[in-house]
């Protein structure tokens, strides 16, 4: 399997993705931990939306890192 154009661009933005996601659930977190017995809603958001950043990120890279044939 060889790397194209495409697939090196749906890699990257899958990544950059993913670090948003992830940047984005450490910016909901804080507010979260500091009311979680009334926000226990807003922390299972969080986490549901930080692993779907690392698994974007996951997968992304993984496009990105294919071992040539």
Known sequence: MTLTQ????????????????????????????????HY???AMLAFVVMMAGVGCMYYGGQRLWVKPQ
């Open 40 to 42: 226990w809603f807003g």
């Open 6 to 37: 495409k697939s090196i661009a749906v890699g990257s933005v899958m990544v950059l993705a993913g670090l948003g996601l992830v940047l984005i659930a450490l910016l909901m977190v804080l507010p979260v931990a500091v009311n979680l017995p």
